[in-house]
């Protein structure tokens, strides 16, 4: 069992947040409201998907979708230009290309 005797770090009382990479952003950087609106986008296809009574290949679509919702997150918390030993996730233009194919 984890037991949580601090949920603050007192990191962000400066007004910033740290990025993937540990690099900061300010809390209000637009790239932040970004995380919070996929998070939420997210969240509601998890709800529709645990709530069933989807046909099989909606919940197959929604369960991709929300699978690349959290690569959009690790590409938005990983600033561009930044140099690693590990290739960056990155959202490349066929996730919406294969989207529109399913919507069609």
Do not use: C, H
Not at 63 to 89: H, S
């Amino acid at each position: 069992m984890v037991n949580l005797t601090r949920i603050y770090t007192r990191t962000g009382d400066d007004g910033t947040t740290a990025l993937g990479d540990m690099s900061r952003a300010l809390k209000t950087d637009l790239r932040l409201e970004a995380f919070a609106d996929v998070d939420e986008a997210n969240s509601s296809i998890g709800v529709a998907i645990a709530m069933g009574n989807l046909d099989e290949d909606v919940k197959d679509l929604l369960t991709r979708v929300q699978n690349d919702l959290f690569d959009v997150g690790a590409d938005l918390a990983t600033p561009v230009g930044k140099k690693n030993d590990t290739p960056q996730l990155r959202v490349k233009p066929e996730y919406v290309d294969d989207l529109e194919k399913a919507i069609d």
